[in-house]
């Protein structure tokens, strides 16, 4: 496990192996502009590493590997994730 600190939070990520089973939500199709897709992405200063969210699995912040255009880390959440930053 690593730990991370973030503006006086400390977090805990473990490795896990593959298969992962993920947390999903399904649109609701009665409302208008259902989210659906990536609703987030944000690139790493150096441009190699690109975070993204699918709103159809909030909790998982995927980071991909632009150099070998593979993924990189999966990063489940206990909330959904409503942004992401590099630092």
């Known amino acids: 496990a690593e730990l ?3 503006g006086g939070r400390q977090y805990v990520y473990a490795a896990q ?3 992962l089973s993920l947390p999903t939500v399904r649109p609701t199709p009665e409302k208008p502009n ?3 897709g ?3 992405a944000t690139w790493s200063a150096g441009g190699r590493f690109l975070a993204t969210r699918d709103d159809g699995a909030p909790r998982a912040l995927w980071v991909w590997d632009g ?3 593979g993924l990189h880390s999966l990063l489940l959440q206990a909330h959904a994730v409503r942004a ?3 630092h």
């Open 4 to 6: 991370h600190a973030s």
């Open 17 to 19: 192996r593959l298969p």
């Open 34 to 36: 259902p989210r659906m």
């Open 38 to 40: 990536v609703g987030l």
């Open 67 to 69: 150099a070998s255009l």
């Open 84 to 86: 992401a930053a590099w």
